[in-house]
């Protein structure tokens, strides 16, 4: 069998800061709390950031109880805005609903 020669992809290797300047951080802590859904890989592609400082500021963000963790796994935690301070709850199924309907 003749050797397969692996096909390969030129990226572009990107610089991101290593640190937020204070005036920068009121515009990040905006453009996080507009998204719907808060992942850090993509809220640090989109603001040119560090996915370690990202996942920082999310903590900070989560301890101040302006996000909250929606999902999270070992490799990713998915955030979403906090509304008001209160928590989320999930959307109940029907059977759920016809359950307490019927209970009370």
């Known amino acids: 069998m003749p050797y397969l020669k692996r096909k390969t992809v030129e990226r572009e290797r990107v610089v991101r800061d290593i640190l937020i300047k204070p005036a920068d951080e009121k515009k990040i802590e905006t453009?996080?709390?507009?998204?719907?859904?808060?992942?850090?890989?993509?809220?640090?592609?989109?603001?040119?950031?560090?996915?370690?400082?990202?996942?920082?500021?999310?903590?900070?963000?989560?301890?101040?109880?302006?996000?909250?963790?929606?999902a999270s796994s070992a490799r990713i935690k998915i955030y979403v805005p906090a509304e008001g301070g209160k928590t989320k709850t999930k959307k109940k199924s029907k059977s759920a609903e016809a359950k307490e309907k019927a209970s009370e």
């Not at 992942?39 to 101040?64: N, T």
């Open 31 to 70: 453009t996080i709390l507009k998204s719907k859904l808060i992942i850090p890989s993509a809220i640090a592609q989109q603001l040119g950031l560090r996915v370690s400082i990202v996942k920082r500021i999310l903590a900070q963000l989560e301890k101040d109880g302006k996000i909250q963790k929606y």
